[in-house]
């Protein structure tokens, strides 16, 4: 199948409401220009640099979320124009974000990043951590941010019912930030978790935006 059968097939699979992540890490720009000419605006990366080159050369409506693990001293290349960073997992970074986005006179939005799976390399804040940086007064003072979500990762296992556990903690971390920390901010709206191999489950279980790479665009070839 081609990339644009697959992201028609995958669009007819999505409820309502759920947006679709392209993830074109590691692919060249002319398969990103064959998604776009679908009409995908939607594109996910997850190296800085990569995303930066490629934002120089695409056209300019297509909307660049970052979803890999950013480093503070990156990121004001991609401040400029970031559409939504999905991978928030410190006080630290937002600070820095939060700066990099005031450089750029804009306000950038983010997700939280939490570690729902039950592998140790996955990267994501526990709810302590995240209670404590909403409560901060660093926080507080922060005018070029704004937090409309929250992101994770499921295990990397074929037992469905994990994922399915995994993901509805996930929404119960959503709900329980939303009452206590964002009842007044009505952007605070967005669920990102489901891939590939996952996002039906996702869906089902309340997602909002779904990251989906190789199902899209063939399995990605490390190698280069
Ligand atoms: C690569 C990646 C995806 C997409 O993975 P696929 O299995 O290819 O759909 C989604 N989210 C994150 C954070 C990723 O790094």
Redesign the pocket.
Known sequence: MSISENITSIKSSLRPGVRLVA?S?TKPTEAILEAYHTGQRIF?E?KVQEMADKYAILPHDIEWHL??HLQTNKVKYIAPFVSLI??VDSLKLLSTIDKEAAKNERIIDCLLQFHIASEETKFGLSEEEAHQLLRSEEYSAMQHIRITGVMG?ATFTSNEEQIREEFRKLKSIFNCLKETYFTAQPHFTELSMG???DYLIAIEEGSTLV?????IFGE?NYIK
Not at 211 to 215: F, P
């Open positions: 993830v890490k996910g997850n979803i890999g999905h991978s990762m891939m590939s191999d990251r989906i790479g190789s199902s990605r």
